[in-house]
Structure formats: structure tokens, C-alpha cells
């Protein structure tokens, strides 16, 4: 991946809904030059206490966010998001082994883009409220931790 | 409403044998049933209330029309008729030749049947009965069996005129998919565009793309489209891009383009028609110099909810049914696959390697993952709904 500065502003993410699941640990706010094959990354030791769940929700916030940076093309931009729940289905196990990850979760979850019409964030799947909401979106992702480093892996909406 | 049309004097020369013969089929032994009578001879209870004779009448009226696709023999139902030369009468006779001749073509006679009349008011005043009900049904099509198909909340106006003490029905006014197409065209002329669609279907089944020799999923709607839906172009430009991304042409939804995939596979079946790009929310389009798809498009949701609903839209594109079960899919439709109560991915049918009604059967292409020819028992572990693509609206 091609980051051209990363500069990590630490502090509370509070992006989530009260229904929303936790966060082990507060989510970085990331100055990097936008992608949409942004990967959010975390150190392992920052997430040594922490479960799967917990750690594939970490970057999953953080994958979320990054789309909110006013860097993010209009298409792509995030005026807030939600995680609702974060599932390790146990019938993926076979298409985590195909991704090379080392585990799949799925991700249920609500955005608001800046825009309803022509948004990224309508493809696939979701339901759009009149409040411009995309709720009720799913994704599987794959968590892969390599020299150190947990990676998330945006894999797609199915199997 | 319904406006219905008159027929046409001459049946186009070549469809003519074979529409002699079914009009035989059809025409011959018209007679009504002996149970039916049964229901007029009650109206001569005084006992009954009118209402109750208002109803006896009506159920006398759909009994026929639904033993008639039974049979496949048009029932005469003009003794229920307080005048047999209105216009509707003519156009609803019509409406059930047309009906016996596509069941006819389809093997889509009613094996068995269960029709629900739910009445919603009977107003009566000065000898004359205004009743609003809603048609329902499940039914079972020989070809489809034993798959069983459903209709509801089909709204019919009808109104009644008292005889002595009878009651004769004045009109039905209803709408359906076939009344709104008699609304455009006369009979022969769709009788003719479905024994072209019977031919185009064949042809496909003929060719080796297809394995299944099952003409079932061929169901009603299909066989009256305007336009057959091109499996064959469909089922090639998945196949070609089931693992790349057409960008040159398309925008790619990363992560996310299962439906702006299939979307596009579907547009080539429909010789490149799209709806006309005025409502992004439920118009199915591709807007080209954007580079985005409309909501249905791109979006599970938005795409079963267009292709469903595409008959009373009106909506230049795609259409569909839903179907119960898998066993009437054929190579272009459409599976989508469901979460907890989530519809989240959708994936195109390619292959049907043989006529056994088994997820093992179907192969499918999808985006997101990129999947080529994967059987659909991989996805076994999740509901499904089935959409069979049934032809095209310009």
C-alpha cells in the first residue's frame, strides 16, 4: 500500500452509535492520502489483550473512518458510520484459508455518506432511509497479523 | 382501469395452424360445470341474503375461469351475465383464450388450485351491487410441480344488477399483467408474440449452452413479454468478466460490486435497454457519464425490488418473478442470499449442469468474491430468493 505520510492523532473515536459494539481501544484519526484500497492496520502488542471479534472491529472502525476524511472523494465520503455487530461465522473458515487470512468476520454496520445518489457506500448492500442512512450493510473481511502487524482485508459482500 | 381492446378479424398466417388447432383445444366442449350450477340454483333460496347471493354469483364466476386453466377448456360463464355483449365480456373471453393458449404451449394448466375471494365491501342500492374484493391464489402449474405458486391481492370492482331473484354481473374491472398488455394489444397479436417467445425459449433449450431440457420455469409472465430476455448474452458477459472488472465501460464498486455486476450482465440480455434515468431510487440505469448505477442498479435490495415490481412500473428493463424454490431457475436468473435479516450479495446463474431440482445442479458467476462457475450448494448454508428474469420492458 502507498502511504505518503501517516500521521497518527490519537484519540476517542466517537463515530459509533449507543447501539453500536464497543471498540477495544480507541481508533486513530489517519491523515493519509485517501484510498478506497485503504488498509487499516494496528500493532499487535496495541492488541494483545483482545479478542478476534474485538480486534477485526478495531480495524474495521478504522477502515470506516478513514472515509471520512474530507480527502475522500464525495462518492466515497462518510459523514458518520455505525457498527453494529462483528460475527467469526464459523462456516468461513474454508474462505479464510482461500484468502490467506487468518480469520473471516462478518460485519454488520450503517454509513452515512455526504451524498445518497451515486454514493460507493449504496452498492452492494444496505437499506437507505429518508435520513440518509445506508443501514443494515454487511461485509466480510479477513484479519491477517504478518511481522507484527494485524492487516484487515476487505474481502466482499458473499462468499 | 382496464380498457380493453377488440380483436383482431385474421390470425397472422403463420401462427395460424397452430392457433386453429388450440382454439379447438379451447373452444370445443365449452360447458359449464356442473358444480357451478350448482351456486345459481342456490340463488333461487329466498332464504339467502343478498350478499350471500352477490357472492355465490362472483365465486361461480372465478370457479369457472379457474377450472377453465384446470382443464385447459374455456368454461362459458355468460349465463352469470346480466348482458353478454358488453365490451368487457368480449375482452375478458379474450383475456381467457389467451390465458388456455399459453398454458397450453407452457404445460401451465392448473394441476390443482385454491382461490380466495377477500371481500372488502358489497354495497347494494336500488337493485344494483358495487363489490370490492381481492383475488388471491396458489396454485400448482403442471410444469412447475410440485412448486407452488401464489397471487395475492389482485383488487376486482365488480358490480351486479338484480334479476327476478338473481343477481347478474354487470362488470369486472381489474388489472393484471395481461389485461394491461390487452390494454396495447389485441389478442392475436399477443398470441403471436407468445409463439414467438415459445420458439426463441426453444431454440435457447436446443442450444449447448443449456443442459436442461425443462421448459418449466417458462412461466405466464414470460410467455407474455414483449421481449425475450437474451440468456445466452447474459450468461456470456458474466462468464467473461466473472473474475475482471469491465472498466473501460463500467465503474467498479469495490468490494462491493456484486449487483452493479450482475446488473450489467442483465443489460446485455436486454440488447443494452435501460430505464430511462429519472429516478435514481427506483429506475434501474447505468448513468455513463457519472459512471454510477441508479439504487437498483447497484443495490441487492434495489434490484429485486425493480425487477419485481417492474410490471405495474412500467419501467424500461428488466423483469422478474419470484420463485418458491430453486427447481425452476434456469441460466441468467438471479440468486440473492440473506444474513440474519440482511439480503446482502447477489449472484447470477450460469450453467445448469442437469434437470435434478439440487443445489449441486445450478453454477453461478458473482463479483466479490469473484466466483466462475462455482455450484450453488457452496452457498448452501444461506437462505436464498430466486429471481426469474422473464423478459424485457422498452
Redesign the interface.
Known sequence: MKFISLILVVFAVSACSPTAISSPVSSPTLTVQWSIEYIATASVDALKQQSPKEIASYLFDQWLNHSKASEAPLRYRLEDYQIREVELPENLEALAKEQSVDFVAAVTFSVKPTQVPYSYWVAGNGTVTEEGWIKNKFLLVGVVEKDVIYKLSVIGTGP | MFKRTRPMKFMRSSSAVLLTFLSLLISVNATPLATVEASTVSQTKAQLADEEKIKNVINAYFKLRYEGQKLLKAQDFSYLLADKNRNWVQAEKDKREIELYVASAYNLNYMSYQYTLDYESIQISLGQATVHLREGHEVVFAALAPEVSRMANLEHIITLTQTKNDWKILDDEYQDELTRLMAEKNKDVIIEQVRLNYAADAQQVRSSVFHSHNLARLAYQRALTSHSYNRIAAIQYADYWATKRNVTTYHN????????YVSQALYEGTSHTMSTPDN??TKWYY?FP?H??S?PW?????LRSFLLNNYSNGGRGPKGINLQSMCSLQPGDVVQ?R?????????IIVVKLNSSCSEASFLYD????DRFHYPLS??S?YTKRYTAVVGWND
Do not use: K
Open positions: 464498486e469495490t468490494n462491493n460490486d456484486c449487483t452493479n435514481y431510487m448513468d457519472s454510477s448505477g439504487y447497484v443495490n441487492v435490495d434495489g442470499l444474513n440474519g435479516s440482511i439480503w446482502f450479495h447477489t449472484v458473482a463479483h466479490d468474491v457452496y452457498l448454508s
